[in-house]
């Protein structure tokens, strides 16, 4: 039986594990909870699930929180205030880690987890963009990491534990989100930007998605997760959504990874891996590939894809400034204090004041997102 702790339990990734783990209760068991602020939803799961132990992270009156979820887990631990998922983790017998954690709140308990020599299940995408080295060195000491990203989940399968050195290209798919026939994207409501096409995700990184921001991260990703150098990344618009990663190999041959949009298939792979379980979405007919298309993206038609891109390749402390940015950008715009079109404009400023350092610990990261994140509340205000 393996033991989950589930991160972000009441988010999209987190309540998608949650049925992940109903369809399998001979199999997996849930030993764990955390969710950021919402104590209803993680009450309500704690009675559903009865994990040991519980954990929130904010909460306007911590002892009215903890004093509810100990009425919904009798006799489990329970963790309220900032920190509680770490803390969670490091006191919960549990053999994986499902992180669903959205934005760079997200690094430290990765780090935790892979601290404990536990498996990783990866969804949030901070935890690589900002801290790519940190885990790769926390790797080498223990742990296993398995991404959940449907398209890392595809390059997974596709590379199949190859060496690098014979792969040619790995080339990530992207639906183009919401507004990929929008006559003039900077202009788009928040209404139109959070009408995903294809994926049910949370509001930033649909957003994201809808700038293709979430590409340029995943690029990130794939550089930290499959060791390979920018030369050898590529993202191509794909709006059927059906394929979600290609790899060329140095032989000539194309290897690509093909199936329904269902976050419920990666996240499963993630706790199965290397296996295959039964159950989780039906596999597609070969019918349902015919006419799908493939295109390159446009230089400059994304600006914050394209500036993504740039802080990948420059590395360092240049992707936390960047994904700082983006989150305090993302927000003014969904709490309408800019349109959509300011967000990459604000990501662009900032990236113009950031001097990249080589990345050292959890504690400068966490200055240098702080120091990133005042940049951007600035430049929010100046508009």
Not at 89 to 99: L, Q, S
Request: net charge neutral.
């Amino acid at each position: 039986m393996q033991r989950l702790a589930v991160l972000g339990s009441t988010g999209s990734i987190g309540t998608q594990a949650l049925d992940v783990a109903a369809r399998h209760p001979e199999r997996l068991a849930v030993a764990g909870l955390a969710a950021g602020a919402s104590l209803d939803g993680l009450c309500a799961q704690a009675r559903r699930w009865r994990p040991k132990a519980v954990a929130l992270e904010r909460s306007n009156d911590a002892a009215a929180a903890r004093a509810r979820l100990s009425e919904a887990v009798p006799g489990g631990r329970v963790f309220v205030g900032p920190g509680a998922a770490v803390q969670l983790i490091a006191e919960t017998a549990c053999d994986t880690v499902v992180n669903g954690i959205v934005g760079a709140a997200g690094l430290a308990p990765s780090l935790a987890t892979l601290g404990r020599g536990l498996r990783l299940a990866l969804a949030n995408k901070e935890t690589l963009v900002v801290g790519g080295p940190l885990v790769r060195a926390a790797l080498a000491r223990g742990g296993t990491l398995v991404p959940v990203d449907s398209e890392h989940s595809a390059a997974l399968q596709c590379l199949a534990g190859r060496p690098r050195e014979e792969v040619a290209r790995l080339t990530l798919t992207a639906s183009g989100g919401a507004l990929r026939d929008h006559p003039d994207w900077r202009r788009a409501s928040r209404d139109q930007v959070l009408r995903h096409p294809v994926w049910a995700m949370g509001p930033r990184i649909t957003v994201d998605s809808a700038l293709l921001f979430n590409k340029g991260l995943e690029l990130i990703e794939a550089h930290w997760l499959f060791d390979l150098e920018w030369a050898r990344l590529d993202a191509v618009l794909h709006p059927q959504a059906r394929v979600h990663a290609l790899v060329a190999f140095t032989d000539g041959s194309l290897v690509a990874q093909a199936a329904e949009a269902d976050m419920r298939l990666p996240i499963q792979l993630a706790l199965s891996w290397p296996g295959h379980w039964p159950g989780s979405i039906a596999a597609l007919a070969p019918a349902a590939l015919a006419g799908l298309s493939f295109a390159p993206i446009p230089p400059g038609l994304y600006p914050a894809f394209d500036l993504a891109g740039a802080a990948g390749r420059a590395g360092g402390t240049a992707p936390c400034a960047l994904n700082a940015a983006d989150e305090t950008a993302v927000a003014a715009f969904l709490e309408g204090r800019v349109p959509l079109g300011a967000v990459p404009e604000v990501i662009a400023e900032v990236m113009d004041g950031h001097r990249a350092e080589a990345v050292e610990s959890l504690a400068q990261l966490e200055a240098v997102d702080a120091g990133a994140r005042a940049a951007a509340r600035a430049a929010v205000g100046r508009r």
